[in-house]
């Protein structure tokens, strides 16, 4: 099966930093990606699907890059409403989550 | 606006069945290319993903949960439905269910809000 490994595991950012997740993925899955984020006791939140593709109703300054192993998002301008959980999630071969960044607004 | 609500017991007994339900509203099951599945989050763990299933019955599962797991849909009362036997420890989690737009373990675009299942006798 395929393993996805996301780094950093947390992060602690100020309002407005650029701010960048990476996830790997253990073998190539083309750019089947997704990214969401996940608030405490809430359902995660799709942002980014197909590597790239910003989901509909997701502010602009979210972003996905990547294609292949190696898969970015960045947030270019962070928000306090940006706290949370992300989560990377291939769908190339069944599907499978990364373990997570948790992101901490200083 | 779609919604889905899982519904079922939030307490098993090890070695028991699991049974939950997740009732759509504000759109079909049946619609073409939405597909419907099962994801579970253990307490302060990460995101995993059960099962799906489209309308017609297509079944897809996790490889590592596929011998306990079955899925199942019904379409006149818009609701599929899990199940997951002889349950252990290891499957206390939240449960959601979502819709995935164009294939059986595509992202999940819309969720249910979770229901805990905790086992333990």
């Known amino acids: 099966d395929i393993q996805m490994t996301q780094s950093p595991s947390t992060l602690s950012a100020s309002v407005g930093d650029r701010v960048t997740i990476t996830c790997r993925a253990s073998q190539i899955i083309s750019s089947w990606l997704a990214w969401y984020q996940q608030k405490p006791g809430k359902a995660p939140n799709l942002l980014i699907y197909?590597?790239?593709s910003l989901e509909s109703g997701v502010p602009s300054r979210f972003s996905g890059s990547g294609s292949g192993t190696e898969f970015t998002l960045t947030i270019s301008s962070l928000q306090p409403d940006d706290f949370g959980t992300y989560y990377c999630?291939?769908?190339?071969?069944?599907?499978?989550f990364g373990g997570g960044t948790k992101v901490e607004i200083k | 606006q779609l919604q889905l609500q899982e519904s079922g017991p939030g307490l098993v007994k090890p070695s028991e069945t699991l049974s939950l339900t997740c009732t759509v509203s504000g759109g079909s099951i049946s619609s073409n290319s939405c597909y419907w599945g099962w994801f579970r989050q253990p307490p302060a763990k990460g995101l995993e993903w059960i099962a799906s299933i489209y309308y017609s019955g297509s079944t897809y599962y996790n490889p590592a949960l596929q011998s306990r797991v079955t899925i199942s849909v019904d379409t006149s009362k818009n609701q599929f439905s899990l199940k997951l036997s002889s349950v252990t420890a290891a499957d206390t989690a939240v449960y959601y269910c979502a819709r995935a737009l164009g294939g059986g373990w595509f992202p999940g675009d819309s969720w249910g809000q979770g229901t805990l299942v905790t086992v333990s006798s």
């Open positions: 197909k590597a790239s």
């Open positions: 999630q291939q769908y190339k071969s069944y599907s499978t």
